[in-house]
């Protein structure tokens, strides 16, 4: 059993079903899917002439009218089918799932007792998560959750302001209605005026307490397979007086029930601070990004297909794309975690379903490079690198000399990721003496190794529309 310390989490293992599964799917859904707007609506409502702000406005009505406590009544998820949605998951080459237990909005997507704004007595009037995980189970899906309250407290002190300027100026917005100070949060002391960027952990102590009561709640609830914080473990970034105790205590919750269950440890936790000192007690996750090179420890990359809540506004990747940073990223000991939009009543749209199904082609062919394998010794090859730098995702322009490596036993898988067909894929990187090489989809091809250099003869139709994969068995 481990102790909320370091020096006992530091013993941690990340559990073979994590190492193994590679490619995972997210659903980051709540009452802020609603307007379709994107995301941090319920934050960006309050701030006066941004674009949600004017949305709201002119939609809605004025947030002293109609705040976000009634966005979360209009959340209905009517069509939410989670058992077609996993048969689409699943078949696009997901190995777990992730549910949003809960964002900064502090709407939970389940039945708390902590909290009265729950989707089980508001809104949806459903256990959303509880239904994920049945359906998760349906196919052996490992179950995870994620919480993003830990910032809530201070990210969402806008609730409190009043416009500054228009018919509206000086009226309080509704966080400062009494009767609801418990949703939007007793936090004037972080109201100063200012309406910056980017959040910050809280300092306030009753706070501090309420998150690692519900982070325990939803443990003994789900006694999810994976727990994930958005941000750093809890409660050490940017606050004067870090305290990592209340953190710690619920990575050590997590794991004993997991344990306990189990006769094992099965559980993962992600958070996004790179310090080896802190990450080490679970799993790195880095949003929208990637490491540049392999890692000794498993880590993972959250990314989304769009924006993180449904923006009727925003273009959604290529599924090429996808393929091709999933390939990147599990070369270098990664995973990928991709959030698949919903609309407010729980749907996918056409062009989501149409990425899905995409996927479901690639992994066809191309999956026996990608669960169960590890890092080879080296990540890959070619001249083309994926740009590192946060929240930096555009497409790479791939050369035919850009390779990338994964290994399971004695077989050596190299996506090729610019090749498109025809003449001869050669591999730089192969040390070892090839016995035979396989297309994946298409099957044995004929092969030279010469002098450091193994080259293999392609058909001009590839079976993948990208990414195609050489299965190299060696000696």
């Excluded at 996993?86 to 696009?92: S, T, V």
């Excluded at 189970?137 to 969402?156: D, N």
Aim: some cysteine; hydrophobic content about 35%.
């Amino acid at each position: 059993m481990f102790e909320p310390s370091f020096e006992s989490l530091r013993q941690y293992q990340c559990p073979d079903w994590f190492r193994d599964a590679k490619f995972g799917i997210w659903s980051h859904w709540g009452p802020q899917s609603v307007p379709m707007f994107g995301d941090w609506y319920a934050r960006n409502m309050y701030i006066q002439d941004t674009e949600q702000y004017l949305y709201h406005l002119r939609h809605y009505g004025h947030p002293s009218k109609f705040g976000y406590k009634d966005i979360c009544a209009l959340w209905k998820a009517e069509n939410f089918d989670p058992d077609g949605l996993m048969a689409l998951y699943h078949k696009a080459g997901a190995r777990y799932f992730v549910a949003q237990a809960m964002h900064h909005d502090h709407f939970f997507n389940y039945p708390s007792k902590l909290n009265r704004m729950n989707a089980m007595q508001v809104g949806p009037k459903k256990d959303i998560c509880g239904l994920w995980k049945q359906a998760a189970k349906k196919y052996g899906m490992p179950f995870g959750l994620t919480e993003h309250l830990g910032a809530s407290f201070s990210w969402w002190r806008v609730n409190k302001m009043s416009d500054s300027h228009g018919p509206y100026a000086g009226v309080p917005y509704d966080g400062n209605d009494p009767a609801w100070r418990d949703f939007y949060f007793d936090n004037y002391q972080h109201v100063d005026g200012t309406t910056q960027a980017r959040p910050w952990y809280t300092e306030n102590e009753a706070f501090r307490a309420y998150w690692l009561r519900v982070m325990k709640e939803i443990i003994d609830l789900y006694q999810p397979e994976l727990l994930y914080t958005d941000g750093a473990l809890p409660f050490g970034e940017h606050t004067g007086n870090p305290d990592y105790s209340r953190g710690l205590e619920a990575v050590a919750y997590l794991y004993n029930a997991s344990i306990r269950a189990n006769g094992e440890n099965r559980a993962v936790y992600t958070q996004k601070e790179r310090r080896p000192e802190i990450y080490r007690v679970g799993v790195l996750d880095i949003e929208k990004s990637q490491l540049p090179g392999v890692a000794p420890e498993q880590w993972q990359t959250d990314t989304c297909i769009g924006n993180w809540f449904y923006d009727a506004r925003a273009p959604f990747k290529r599924p090429e794309h996808i393929v091709e940073m999933l390939v990147d990223i599990i070369s270098k000991n990664g995973t990928m975690l991709l959030n698949v939009l919903q609309r407010p009543d729980g749907t996918i749209d056409d062009e989501a379903r149409f990425i899905l199904e995409s996927l479901a082609d690639w992994f066809a062919t191309c999956a026996e490079g990608v669960y169960g394998t590890r890092p080879y010794r080296v990540p890959g090859e070619g001249p083309t690198k994926v740009v590192i730098q946060g929240f930096t995702e555009e497409k790479t322009a791939w050369t035919p000399y850009d390779i990338r490596y994964t290994q399971k036993g004695n077989t050596v898988y190299a996506f090729l990721l610019g090749h498109r067909g025809g003449g001869a894929a050669a591999l730089h990187s192969i040390v070892e003496t090839a016995r035979n090489v396989r297309l994946l989809g298409y099957g044995n091809v004929e092969f030279a190794q010469n002098f450091g250099v193994l080259t293999a003869r392609l058909p001009e139709t590839l079976p993948a529309q990208c990414a195609n994969c050489l299965a190299i068995e060696v000696e």
